[in-house]
């Protein structure tokens, strides 16, 4: 990989989707249509427009544009989230699982060596998503999967996920934690696209804490394991879970290991919006956890993620690791 900057957090969606072909009836099976222009088409789901895309999700071309514009030199390429499919049959979420799989693995290899790919698996069956994951690992182009933080409902903490994070790790799979249908919503006010703004965060820090208190970290040294938006509101949380864990009885019996240990050994992209609070993660989490991340080609994507970093007025050093060292390595792409 280039020493340029790397972005952990992109996202795809395919310009197409193949009909449905399954045994089931499937209301959430999703489609494209067109939208208002030649650029952009509506993702429907449930006979909806879910969200409406430019053909930055899909077109080359169109990324290599921003990227440029950006002063970044690769993007890691994973799906939208709503196209995880947690809730369809797992015959029919692998079927889509392979659709947008081989979706990244085409633009990777027509990408000019610019992009590189985080695929998905059918996790509400978690021994069709471990054997899923490694195919995938054995495909090339891929270094590993993005997954959301519950699957309709249920924490990936849980330990019916074991068989996928023990596959992660005996693969050297990249695991990238994108927040999704948060808890709490129904007590939210405003426009739809609130929770994604005011509930990621909380829904990201409440998955951190329970991988952390159910052993997974613990159980998987070797595991590479990132979290979208700066882990949310977890770098706020962590002192209150340090502090809870060294007083409250029987909490240092079931996580041996300090949770800001713990901490350190995961990775975090920088998408915080905030110069502020990215220098706080940094003294939080260490200068080698974070790794850049924009959230393109969606509306709240940062646009200058370079410059971001740049304001921080670090060493080079400092700065290189910020900008692709930890990139690479949370990629497995150097030791």
């Known amino acids: 990989m280039s020493s340029g900057a790397i972005d952990i957090h992109t996202h795809i969606v395919p310009a197409r989707f193949p009909a449905y072909a399954g045994r089931h009836a499937n209301a959430r099976w999703p489609s ?3 939208a208002h222009d030649c650029h952009h088409c509506n993702v429907m789901i449930a006979g909806k427009v879910f ?3 430019s053909d930055h999700s899909w077109s080359i071309e169109r990324r290599l544009e921003v990227m440029e514009a950006c002063r970044v030199h690769q993007q890691v390429l994973s799906p939208m989230p709503e196209l ?3 809730w369809l049959e797992p015959e029919d979420a692998q079927v889509m699982a392979r659709h947008v799989n081989d979706t990244i693995a085409a633009m990777v290899r027509d990408g000019r060596g610019r992009f590189s790919g985080l695929g998905m698996v059918p996790l509400q069956d978690p021994d069709m998503a471990a054997r899923e ?3 995938l690992m054995k495909g090339g182009g891929f270094h590993g999967v993005e997954i959301g933080t519950n699957v309709n409902g249920v924490s990936i903490a849980d330990a019916r996920f074991a068989p996928f994070f023990q596959a992660a790790e005996a693969s050297g799979a990249s695991v990238f934690v994108h927040a ?3 808890a709490g919503t129904e007590r939210l006010v405003g426009p739809p696209g609130m929770p994604a703004l005011a509930l990621f965060p909380c829904e990201t820090s409440t998955t951190i804490v329970s991988l952390i208190m159910a052993g997974v970290i613990a159980r998987h040294p070797k595991l590479r394991i990132a979290f979208s938006h ?3 509101v977890f ?3 962590l002192p209150r879970f340090v502090h809870g864990w060294k007083s409250i009885p029987g909490m240092q019996e079931t996580v041996r290991e300090s949770p800001a240990s713990q901490a350190r050994r995961l990775y975090y992209d920088t998408l915080v919006y905030d110069r502020d609070t990215l220098a706080f993660l940094i003294e939080r989490f260490g200068v080698t956890q974070l790794c850049v991340g924009t959230d393109h080609p969606f509306t709240i994507e ?3 993620p370079v410059g971001a970093i740049e304001a921080l007025g670090l060493d080079a050093s400092r700065r290189d690791l910020l900008l692709s060292g930890n990139a690479q390595r949370f990629l497995g792409a150097v030791p």
């Open 302 to 304: 940062e646009r200058d």
């Open 32 to 34: 494209m249509e067109p």
């Open 235 to 237: 770098a706020l949380v």
């Open 133 to 135: 994951l490694e195919l």
């Open 84 to 86: 995880l499919s947690y």
């Open 51 to 53: 969200r409406t895309v």
């Open 180 to 182: 999704l249908h948060p």
């Open 230 to 232: 700066g882990g949310g």
